[in-house]
């Protein structure tokens, strides 16, 4: 299916998707380069990746990039003419990273060291360079930062050919690097003694006292382009700043950082500046990705519904016009579906997301101006969905001719029962036929889908076009539990019954699923299972987090809590930033979950799964128009006291407590908010 340039598609150049090729050109033998151990700052359109130790060596990702482009690919300190031996390089926020290197650089210092070399280093482009002396005596030191570039293109250099280094020219206080792709130019504060062109290298002469300090501040710029300024920084963020506290300090810790990334990866569509949408991740999907932007704004609504108004205005641009064979899509790329079912198209899951955000949005405070606006585009996705499916109860993935998933008939029930109510709420037509569907896709599910086996029993992935069922088990079928928001604080009914929901949650929380870690996304004992298989057994943060949401709210808070437990300690072991997937090995005592090496981190659904996963904790259902709040915590407070802060219901902080008994106390809310029964 072909994807048209989705908004600001600039901002977020590169889009390299696991298991595709990356843009213009085909892998490398070794795959994408790892990411894995690489820290990565983040603050969009502007980006830093560097490697443990600090120096950027011009080999793999390392470099400043802006909109995809490699701005900077070499930066190495040596001070008296050695590099510092790294002792510690760690991210300190979203957006920048700290590293500390040590010297000896006094004569029979003995074995000691007595210079510190810190640099502390932005996504915005700056550098902060810090030479701290312990030496009992004055220093003189030559201090000399090597620099280069090949401003390539981020998926140039995923395929493994991001070109030469370019030649340097001395400008100003610093270097300038020209190609056809722009021009970048290396300034620092104080100025270099020295600006050598030929060697890509500035020269200091530092004096140090005994105890003192010195700073350089080096900032990188592309020429002709303006100050970058992330909207995460700016006065016009979308999102909340909301803050957890407890008794399990992880939770403090996830959430904080969980909202720092959704900060640092927003992006505001240029055509249209007022809207702002999340970006997949970095380093491999910085800009648009439909679903994952719909998915990621649905799960961060309790932050405020100022994210999913940026996000459905600006996919809405995108809707496939009456006069299309597939009139109401919302295009998407194909995603791959692991080794059992061709790939699936994203295009369908945004399409019946629409709707679902749109709604869900209304009920946590959205504007009414802004749902009569997005209306519109909503009927014509309900539209799509009603006419794709035809006479038949199913919708294919993709459309037509592709299989019957099991997940997508979760993503349609969802779409088409909170659509309804959406069109009887707004006094728009549909709401009836809609719901008459939702019962046949309902009945025919139940007949079709469930295969009978020894255990039990449990949902098919998937029906082949010849109507043959797919019958392996895997993290996608935690879509079935997540049934959507309705008024009043109650949830759409799901597609399986209550007794084999029952069946399914007690599988989604058995070892074989259950990693220890969170859901692997096939299970253990299925043929072609692969730990890190990206749809194949790894971990995925977003379907956990799903998982844990359903669970809870259909009472099966075991499970619910297990998982939840699982995803928190992989939490602690990843620094509270959350891959997109890790392996899904099984958890041993004292072991740490295996990173993904092609996993983007950040990533806009894991971190909005920080955020999904305190608001099920809490069992926070608002229902805005009605002027409700219904509260529904799990039960046996599984994570002790839980203080949530800086929410946001019905356009108004929002702030709740939950009790180490599992009671649930609203501490501040919009005046005239009722809580619910």
């Not at 033998?29 to 603050?43: F, K, Q, Y």
Request: contains cysteine.
């Amino acid at each position: 299916m072909h994807q048209p340039t989705p908004p600001s598609a600039t901002a977020g150049r590169a889009a390299v998707v696991p298991g595709q090729p990356p843009p213009g050109g085909a892998f490398r033998s070794a795959g994408l380069p790892a990411s894995h151990a690489a820290l990565i700052g983040v603050a969009l359109p502007g980006l830093v990746i560097s490697g443990e130790g600090g120096q950027l060596t011009g080999r793999g990702l390392d470099g400043f990039y802006r909109s995809g482009r490699r701005l900077l690919s070499r930066c190495e300190v040596r001070v008296a003419g050695r590099e510092p031996l790294a002792v510690q390089g760690r991210t300190t926020g979203a957006d920048r990273a700290r590293f500390v290197g040590v010297l000896r650089v006094s004569p029979g210092a003995g074995p000691d060291p007595d210079l510190v070399v810190e640099r502390t280093r932005h996504a915005d482009g700056t550098e902060r360079i810090t030479l701290t002396s312990a030496s009992p005596r004055p220093l003189r030191l030559p201090v000399e930062v090597s620099l280069a570039t090949d401003l390539a293109d981020l998926g140039a250099i995923a395929s493994g050919r991001p070109g030469p280094e370019l030649a340097a020219t001395v400008h100003d206080s610093g270097l300038r690097w020209t190609s056809p792709a722009g021009r970048v130019s290396v300034t620092s504060q104080p100025p270099p003694a020295d600006a050598l062109a030929s060697a890509g290298l500035m020269r200091w002469e530092i004096e140090l006292p005994p105890g003192g300090s010195r700073t350089l501040d080096l900032r990188v710029r592309l020429e002709g382009a303006g100050p970058l300024r992330p909207v995460g920084r700016s006065a016009t963020n979308p999102l909340a700043t909301a803050r957890a506290q407890g008794d399990t300090t992880a939770v403090e810790a996830l959430l904080r950082t969980s909202v720092e990334d959704l900060h640092a990866l927003l992006l505001r569509d240029l055509a249209h500046p007022g809207d702002v949408y999340l970006a997949a991740g970095a380093p491999w999907r910085c800009g648009m990705s439909p679903a994952e932007a719909l998915a990621g704004a649905r799960m961060a609504l309790p932050l405020g519904t100022r994210l999913a108004a940026g996000t459905l205005r600006a996919l809405g641009r995108t809707q496939r016009g009456a006069r299309d064979p597939q009139a109401g899509l919302i295009p998407g790329p194909r995603r791959d579906a692991g080794i059992h079912l061709p790939p699936g198209c994203t295009g369908t899951e945004a399409t019946l997301l629409f709707p679902v955000l749109l709604a869900e949005a209304r009920r946590w405070g959205l504007p009414e101006q802004d749902t009569q606006e997005l209306l519109p585009v909503a009927e014509r996705c309900l539209a799509w969905l009603r006419n794709t499916v035809g006479d038949g109860p199913f919708l294919c993935d993709p459309s037509p001719g592709g299989p019957v998933r099991c997940e997508t008939q979760a993503h349609a029930l969802r779409a088409a029962l909170l659509g309804a109510d959406l069109l009887d709420d707004c006094g728009r037509p549909g709401g009836a036929g809609l719901r008459q569907w939702a019962d046949e896709l309902r009945a025919a599910f139940r007949e079709r889908f469930w295969v009978e086996d020894r255990g039990g029993g449990r949902p098919a992935a998937a029906l082949t076009p010849d109507g043959r069922t797919v019958p392996y088990l895997g993290a996608a079928a935690a879509h079935l539990l997540d049934t959507g928001l309705l008024g009043a604080g109650e949830y759409a009914a799901g597609l399986l019954d209550k007794v084999r929901t029952e069946q399914l949650a007690r599988l989604l929380g058995a070892p074989a699923m259950d990693s220890g870690w969170g859901l692997r996304g096939l299970g253990a004992k299925e043929p072609g299972h692969n730990p890190f298989g990206h749809r194949g057994g790894a971990v995925r943060v977003h379907e956990t987090a799903v998982a844990v949401a359903g669970l809870g709210a259909a009472g099966y808070e075991r499970e619910a809590a297990g998982l939840l437990s699982g995803l928190l300690a992989a939490a602690e072991a990843f620094g509270h930033r959350l891959p997109e997937m890790y392996a899904g090995e099984q958890r041993t005592a004292g072991g740490v979950p295996l990173p993904h090496p092609a996993a983007c981190r950040p990533s806009a659904t894991s971190a909005a799964a920080g955020v999904l996963l305190m608001t099920a904790v809490a069992g926070i259902r608002p229902d805005a128009p009605a002027g409700t709040v219904t509260l529904r915590p799990l039960r046996g407070a599984p994570l002790g006291e839980v203080s949530l802060t800086g929410l946001r219901v019905a356009g108004a902080p929002f702030s709740v407590r939950i009790s180490r008994l599992g009671l649930a106390m609203v501490e501040e809310a919009a005046d005239g908010l009722q809580l619910g029964a």
